[in-house]
């Protein structure tokens, strides 16, 4: 596997979509992967899972995660995808109710045997690699061992991503960066390191507990997809708030090619990320989120000073 750079983009539900991994992967970023999308949808053939699967001209290399339980529905829906990526990536690790119900997700982690079964599987029938991203384990009873990812490794795994917090901790508790750094000293298989970075400052300090080579950036692309630029730069930079406005309406012109008139609504929850922190954010939120069409958000973002 070759990546473009060594820091990857996460895969974020309803943020990644064409548009937002076209600007991560223009700053730079090594790998972008599509959010997670149903193993069931793809087979049955919804156009919306499609639609979540297509990848810019620029996406190379870019992943494609499933998600399920079912092997058999695993192997049929990566058949039908796997012409359109590079890698396919399995997700052990979302959290939420309505994925964990339907034993996918992070509850993989609560059937390792299954979910080593599903990448075996999945290597017999797939040319293309095979990665998986995991939490770092269930719960305080269900933690990933050594022995669990030399399993994942000798099942075939091509590239294990540990997103290092348990499903309790969602998204923002504490990351275990020393549990990374056990698995890295002890895989052949590349071990991509997430959570927490934010910053060329906190990705030095990764990079000194887990000795990865790869890293994935989640939340603090939302805010400054400029991150993977400040990375391969190694120096943190501050952006005016002409260069954020540049950017939104770049971002937002890519919304309207996707999505047409919908983007204006698409675009809200990204304006919000773009302008936290910013003086007047709350006021240009509100208005944001009371704009009736693309115009008017257009309008918005050119009156930002
Ligand atoms: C809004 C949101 C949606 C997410 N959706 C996915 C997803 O579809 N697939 C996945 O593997 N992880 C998903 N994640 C987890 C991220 O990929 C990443 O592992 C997590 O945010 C930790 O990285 P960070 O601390 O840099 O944000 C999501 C996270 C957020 C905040």
């Not at 509850?107 to 979910?115: G, I, N, P």
């Not at 998986?132 to 399993?151: L, P, S």
């Not at 071990?191 to 890293?215: H, M, P, Q, R």
């Not at 997809?225 to 501050?238: A, V």
């Amino acid at each position: 596997m070759n990546f473009s750079s060594n820091y990857f983009l996460a895969p974020m539900a309803s943020y990644t979509d064409k548009p937002f991994r076209k600007i991560a992967k223009d700053y730079g970023a090594g790998l972008t992967v599509s959010e997670l999308i149903s193993i069931n949808s793809i087979y049955y053939n919804n156009p919306k899972a499609f639609a979540l699967a297509k990848r810019n001209y620029n996406e190379i290399p870019f992943a494609i995660q499933l998600f399920g339980y079912d092997i058999d529905l695993f192997i049929k829906a990566a058949l039908k995808i796997e012409s359109m990526c590079d890698i396919i990536d399995i997700n052990a690790g979302c959290p939420v109710p309505k994925v964990l119900k339907a034993k996918a997700g992070a509850y993989l982690l609560k059937e390792k045997k299954h979910l080593i079964s599903i990448v075996e599987s999945l290597k017999k029938y797939i040319k293309k690699p095979v990665s998986v991203k995991v939490r770092m384990g269930f719960d305080n009873d269900n933690i990933n061992t050594i022995d669990f990812y030399k399993d994942l490794e000798n099942a075939g795994c091509d590239m294990v991503t540990i997103h290092a917090r348990l499903r309790n901790g969602f998204y923002n508790s504490s990351v275990d960066y020393e549990h990374i750094a056990l698995v890295c000293s002890r895989l052949k298989i590349p071990v991509v390191a997430n959570g927490g970075i934010d910053s060329y400052e906190k990705l030095k300090e990764v990079k000194k507990i887990t000795n990865c080579k790869y890293f994935m950036i989640g939340q603090a692309a939302l805010k400054k997809p400029y991150i993977f630029e400040d990375l391969l730069n190694k120096k943190d930079s501050s952006r005016n708030i002409e260069y954020i406005k540049n950017l939104m309406l770049n971002h937002f012109t890519l919304m309207i090619e996707e999505y047409g008139e919908n983007a204006h609504k698409l675009f809200r929850k990204f304006a919000h990320r773009y302008l936290s922190g910013y003086k007047n954010a709350k006021l240009i939120n509100f208005c944001i989120n009371n704009s009736k069409n693309s115009q008017e958000i257009l309008n918005i973002i050119n009156s930002i000073k």
